[in-house]
């Protein structure tokens, strides 16, 4: 089985949640699930940014089914939410590990915090900030919060403020953060382990239709992203398997 496999234009790690977890003591992960592979067929700076990326999981049971479809079959789904509490729990014990979590509504992230400490059975997430409306397009607050992060002495930043802008940020400014290990883009991880957002149930996601749960549950945010910006991921597929898929950004 091949340790890289080619969706389109991006190459995911082909490995289990177990060899990840091991594995993944350094560097900016990224989680592409179908829209954020649709959002790399048109945005040139955040496809740069997906290149620089030292692991790219599968985070989506249709990206899985899909490369089954072409014979190169991923291992497994790992989602961005599920990983970040896996990730927590197996470094539970390990002091050394520890958490700046950014990102959610004023409040949010901190109540994340509280839960997911609570579950670990310590303070691993160490800080949480809910930063302003625009804060990556405002360089005094995005140096301030580099600041921040610099002072918490975390190794660990979790961002979760949408995709790509969760990315882009994050990349701009690793360089700026030195003692920072690991970079876990979590979109709406932080409202998931709030409990302000319920996650799909663990069937849907197992046959591929969680994104039929988060519609339903969101339709005017979500409607247009899954019915019109990702339909067209299916007829690329198609080209792929037919052999006619074109990077457009090669």
């Known amino acids: 089985m091949s340790d890289k496999v080619q969706l389109l234009n991006i190459a995911f790690d082909n490995l289990s949640r177990s060899e990840l977890l091991a594995r993944f003591e350094h560097g900016f992960m990224l989680n592409p699930n179908v829209d954020v592979?649709?959002?790399?067929?048109?945005?040139?700076?955040?496809?740069?940014?997906?290149?620089?990326a030292d692991y790219v999981i599968c985070d989506s049971q249709i990206l899985k089914m899909a490369s089954t479809l072409l014979g190169t079959p991923i291992r497994e789904k790992i989602s961005g939410?599920?990983?970040?509490?896996?990730?927590?729990?197996?470094?539970?014990?390990?002091?050394?590990?520890?958490?700046?979590?950014?990102?959610?509504?004023?409040?949010?992230?901190n109540k994340a915090r509280r839960n997911v400490?609570?579950?670990?059975?310590?303070?691993?997430i160490t800080h949480a900030h809910s930063p302003s409306f625009g804060f990556e397009q405002k360089q005094a607050e995005?140096?301030?919060?580099?600041?921040?992060?610099?002072?918490?002495?975390?190794?660990v930043l979790a961002i979760g403020v949408g995709c790509p802008k969760q990315e882009k940020w994050a990349c701009a400014w690793r360089h700026a953060m030195p003692q920072i290990r690991q970079i876990l883009c979590i979109g709406a991880t932080i409202d998931f382990e709030?409990?302000?957002?319920?996650?799909?149930?663990?069937?849907?996601?197992?046959?591929?239709?969680?994104?039929?749960?988060r519609m339903a549950a969101d339709p005017k945010r979500l409607l247009r992203r899954y019915l019109v910006d990702d339909l067209p991921f299916f007829g690329l597929l198609l080209k792929q398997r037919l052999g006619r898929y074109r990077n457009p950004f090669a």
């Open 117 to 124: 400490n609570a579950r670990v059975g310590r303070d691993i």
């Open 37 to 52: 592979l649709m959002k790399l067929q048109h945005d040139a700076a955040f496809y740069a940014i997906a290149r620089q």
């Open 194 to 213: 709030a409990g302000n957002v319920p996650r799909a149930p663990r069937w849907m996601s197992r046959v591929g239709l969680e994104w039929l749960y």
């Open 81 to 109: 939410s599920d990983f970040f509490g896996e990730f927590c729990a197996h470094h539970a014990a390990n002091p050394a590990v520890t958490v700046f979590l950014l990102g959610g509504l004023e409040g949010v992230a």
């Open 142 to 155: 995005s140096l301030a919060l580099v600041e921040q992060i610099n002072a918490s002495g975390c190794t």
